[in-house]
């Protein structure tokens, strides 16, 4: 019987035991679900309490989720249907969505992807990675992380607890995205992606709470500043449709066909000859005596009759005697007004 029960407790050892001349890396903490470790080839399914050798590979089926820990008071968290490969110091997220936490203040510590790495000492955070796009997104819960282009590392900046920013091969030539503050609902939209995980520090959701309150009030201050003037806005909005309705009046009515019309002032009493059917015609002016008239009539009404050509034929010869006083009278009239 005791033969019996080493000889177990020897196979049970050898199940969770590193492989000969393996460095140990960690071990499994806890598992909901399946998922599979590989080593140097060799694929293993997880079991809680099995050991981790650096350079193993960690796969999560759909629906699991898997914590594990290194020698250094790191904690990691893998999500469902995600991987990572894990060596001495860095934990490579190839897939999937990862939330690490640490207590070790002292050491840095490295979370990398196919193209970024965050550097980080303490705290805890979660990061995502997205092998179809080849994008990296990163959210600090708490204290502060640098984020940077794995392949172009100058291209790196700091985020601060409760911000996010990515890294897309798309965007800004791989460079990170300037931090934007996270509201409490995308908060818990990504900790709802890990079953029964939660912050190291309690007060952490209060630093998304206050975001999301930062973020209400930005939406509601522009409306407050123009409800306190409704008269001029209102004025303002009445002015510029006037302006606008006017600019549009000018681009799209059609100009007014004009005619030249002469500038010498005709004597009142005087008589319009018009001669001739062509498309200009030969005027000509008949000085008369005003009549009287009780009121007058509107610019393109005549208060003479206007003698047809048949009742002066001698005008249309510029030989006859009429036709030399008439000039003589354009003549008078430009004398006078040189006067």
């Given amino acids: 019987m005791n033969k019996i029960l080493l000889f177990a407790a020897a196979i049970s050892f050898n199940l969770f035991a590193s492989e000969p001349g393996a460095v140990q890396f960690g071990r499994i903490v806890e598992l909901k679900g399946s998922g599979f470790i590989s080593y140097k080839g060799k694929t293993r399914e997880i079991k809680k309490g099995d050991v981790i050798d650096a350079g193993s590979e960690i796969v999560i089926e759909h629906h699991g989720q898997v914590t594990f820990t290194d020698n250094a008071d790191h904690r990691f968290h893998l999500g469902n249907s995600s991987s990572a490969r894990v060596s001495s110091n860095i934990v490579e997220l190839r897939s999937g969505d990862l939330w690490f936490q640490s207590l070790n203040k002292n050491d840095e510590y490295k979370i990398q992807t196919a193209n970024a790495i965050v550097n980080y000492q303490g705290g805890e955070a979660i990061v995502s990675y997205d092998s179809v796009k080849g994008k990296t997104q990163l959210m600090v819960i708490n204290s502060m992380m640098k984020l940077g282009n794995l392949h172009s590392p100058e291209l790196n900046l700091s985020i601060a607890e409760g911000h996010f920013s990515f890294i897309d091969n798309a965007y800004d030539e791989g460079a990170p995205r300037d931090p934007t503050p996270v509201g409490e609902k995308t908060y818990g939209a990504l900790v709802a992606l890990f079953n ?44 510029l449709e006037e302006y606008k309705n006017s600019v549009l009046n000018k681009t799209h009515a059609k100009k007014p066909v004009t005619k030249k019309v002469s500038k010498t002032k005709i004597p009142s009493g005087s008589l319009v000859h018009v001669y001739g059917k062509t498309s200009t015609p030969t005027v000509a002016l008949t000085l008369e005596a005003p009549r009287e008239t009780k009121s007058r009539a509107p610019a393109s009404v005549l208060d003479q009759d206007v003698p047809s050509e048949a009742a002066s034929p001698a005008a249309n010869n510029p030989y006859s005697k009429e036709y030399k006083n008439q000039h003589e009278s354009d003549k008078l009239i430009d004398d006078l007004k040189k006067l």
């Fill in 196 to 239: 029964g995980i939660a912050p190291m520090d309690k007060n952490s959701a209060a630093i998304f709470k206050d975001h999301e309150k930062k973020e209400e009030h930005a939406k509601v201050e522009p409306v407050r500043a123009i409800a306190s003037v409704p008269e001029h806005a209102d004025k303002n909005a009445k002015m």
